[in-house]
């Protein structure tokens, strides 16, 4: 199997299956208990999150950790609109190509009567510092842009946006979901208030995230119980995934640019590739994206489809994100960039890691390629448009 699905989880590395099987057999005491065990887990616990912490540039004390990017987004938009509303600041404004966790976020607190406003991005997918100025009220609370988005794979101006924040004293929440352990992140450097990662995409564990939160923001609990996480986040905490999450962010870290070297080289013979496919587009800009994501469409045939023959060739690809998947809709993030519904429905996410080879490019390639004429073949909308019934869209 070729695994080209890195955007929607990657395989558990192997150091950090070595920590966590470490943690389990001899870390496996309560973190909260007084005894030596106990005390021995505590150590562990923090010296995860020393880790994290040192990997983002922030401090220990301004790491939380969760269950994973979801609730790192969650808890985030809560605490930094409940703390608007103290102010008496009901709006916030993020964009249209934000993960379902920070949308649907969002459109909970519409239904408790805040204001949001979703700055649109342009046709590659970047949103404009500009727009996120002029969408800036009296009354804004938070700002919350994505690092990088998980379907199109580009980068936002985090930096600046973040810098604009600073000045205005609004909060700013990224999800860094998709960037941590593949960009460079300094959250001093950028001005970022709040940010979310999660283990599991960048070869760490599932089910296991953390939330930065500068020092002096107050969090609101999502989970009420004991005073683990300095009383933000009740539970006894999964100290194997923790620590796993911590090895897997060191590695991913120490390697980055020879990762990102490896992976950026395999994703543009992959785009150069693809891009032959007759009526084929790449979505997203070109250069400011991942350095693994790929994702094209190619008009006059079911994305899914292609995914499903793709899979029969042995190839794990995605149509989109997996959390859409199943749905019919086509993605917010492709009718964000402007594709008209029925190009949307046409799309393909390979997405890479240095796990990939240049050989399994190759074959990613030619199965494509054989897959989408094959398909085009059977297409009554492709063959309306080779007889010009009907009009190309993507040229
Ligand atoms: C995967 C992902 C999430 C959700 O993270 P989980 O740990 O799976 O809850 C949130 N945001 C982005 C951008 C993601 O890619």
Redesign the pocket.
């Known amino acids: 199997m070729i695994y080209a699905d890195h955007?929607a989880t990657t395989k558990i590395s192997t150091a950090a299956r070595d920590t966590m099987l470490q943690t389990m057999d001899q870390f496996w005491g309560n973190p909260s208990s007084l005894h030596t065990l106990g005390q021995k887990a505590q150590e562990v616990l923090q010296a995860s999150r020393s880790t994290v912490a040192r990997l983002i540039g922030a401090n220990m004390k301004e790491i939380y950790f969760t269950s994973?990017?979801?609730?790192a987004?969650n808890q985030a938009i809560y605490s930094a609109a409940f703390l608007g509303a103290k102010k008496g600041k009901r709006h916030i404004i993020s964009t249209t190509i934000e993960?379902h966790?920070v949308l649907h976020s969002l459109e909970a607190l519409k239904r408790q009567g805040y204001d949001i406003t979703l700055v649109p991005v342009d046709e590659s997918g970047i949103v404009k510092v500009d727009d996120v100025v002029a969408a800036i009220r009296e009354d804004t609370a938070l700002v919350t842009v994505?690092f990088a988005n998980?379907e199109i794979g580009t980068i936002q101006p985090i930096g600046e946006i973040g810098a604009l924040c600073r000045a205005r004293g609004i909060l700013f929440h990224t999800?860094a979901?998709?960037a941590a352990g593949h960009l460079h992140i300094d959250v001093k450097d950028m001005n970022i208030d709040l940010l979310?990662l999660?283990g599991?995409?960048f070869h760490g564990p599932r089910g296991v995230?953390a939330l930065y939160a500068r020092s002096g923001i107050p969090l609101t609990s999502l989970i009420e119980g004991g005073a683990q996480e300095r009383g933000k986040r009740a539970g006894t905490e999964d100290l194997p995934a923790i620590a796993g999450m911590a090895t897997a962010l060191e590695e991913a870290c120490r390697d980055l640019e020879k990762n990102t070297d490896y992976v950026r080289n395999l994703r543009d013979t992959l785009i150069a590739g693809l891009s032959r496919i007759s009526h084929s587009a790449l979505n997203g800009d070109s250069t400011r994206r991942l350095p693994g994501n790929v994702n094209f469409c190619f008009e006059g045939i079911e994305g899914e489809a292609l995914l499903l023959l793709l899979n029969a060739k042995g190839i794990a690809a995605s149509s989109g994100s997996a959390c859409t998947s199943g749905s019919l809709d086509p993605s917010h993030v492709l009718l964000a960039i402007g594709r008209p519904h029925e190009v949307a429905h046409g799309s393909l996410r390979l997405s890479l890691s240095e796990h990939n080879t240049p050989e399994e490019v190759e074959t990613m390639i030619s199965a494509v390629a054989e897959t989408v004429t094959y398909l085009r073949n059977m297409s009554p909308v492709w063959s309306a448009l080779l007889k010009g019934e009907k009009n190309y869209v993507i040229q």
């Open positions: 955007a994973g990017g979801s609730e987004d993960h966790a994505m998980n999800d979901v998709q979310s999660s599991h995409k995230g």
